[in-house]
């Protein structure tokens, strides 16, 4: 079993839909991120966080360290938010290493 | 002025032989990164190296060899390449504990 699992695995939203992304991890970690790789393939980070909840524009993510769990959300979609979503964290006492989920496709149509 | 970038993004080859992927960051940035994009699209670490150490090796054949020739720059050389070799390879950087930048991807095909 993975160390981070994400849900869904694949997820088709209509524009101006709200989305929710959820990451759940098994491991002690010292920060979670959220990275976003693009049809063309480049990988971009979103967010890392350690505690509560950030946001960037129309994306917001929240963790929750004693459910082990965080979600990323996303207000508004719109085609372009089109991507595959992943979640990884940094294991504690491994303050560079990632592990990463299975990622959670989005497609949003108009 | 790209942050990280990595050459060739194609690598086309045949089995058995030996090919190098180049990357280089111009971030300052202290520790580097090689990771595996497989067929299914699941990423995983293979190196990591801070300041031109290697911090981070993840059970990688030893046909894989990095090489940190400085801070700026992480190469990856792969001896007697196979068929399962076929990937995408990122490399990525970062301060310590710090979010990571990714450069574009370099993939291999072994034939």
């Known amino acids: 079993k993975n160390e981070v699992e994400q849900s869904p695995q694949n997820l088709t939203a209509q524009e101006g839909e709200f989305i929710t992304i959820n990451c759940s991890y098994s491991v002690g970690i010292s920060a979670l991120h959220w990275l976003q790789q693009h049809p063309g393939g480049g990988i971009v980070s979103l967010f890392m966080?350690?505690?509560g909840k950030k946001k960037h524009g129309r994306l917001i993510a929240t963790i929750n360290i004693q459910e082990k769990h965080s979600s990323l959300h996303i207000t508004a979609s719109h085609p372009r938010d089109s991507a595959v979503y992943i979640c990884a964290v940094n294991p504690t006492g491994t303050a560079s290493k990632l592990t990463f989920g299975t990622g959670t496709r989005l497609q949003v149509t108009l | 002025d790209t942050a990280v970038s990595q050459t060739p993004k194609y690598l086309v080859t045949q089995m058995g032989n030996d090919k190098s992927i180049k990357c280089e960051q111009n971030l300052g940035h202290d520790t580097m990164y090689w990771y595996k994009q497989d067929s299914k699209k699941f990423l995983k670490i293979m190196f990591s190296y801070n300041n031109k150490e290697l911090i981070i090796n993840e059970t990688v054949p030893n046909r894989f060899s990095p090489k940190s020739p400085d801070k700026a720059h992480l190469n990856l050389h792969i001896n007697s390449l196979e068929l399962g070799d076929s990937a995408v390879y990122f490399c990525?950087?970062?301060?310590?504990?710090?979010?990571?930048?990714f450069g574009p991807g370099t993939r291999l095909t072994v034939l």
């Open positions: 966080l350690s505690s």
């Open positions: 990525a950087s970062s301060q310590v504990g710090a979010w990571q930048f």
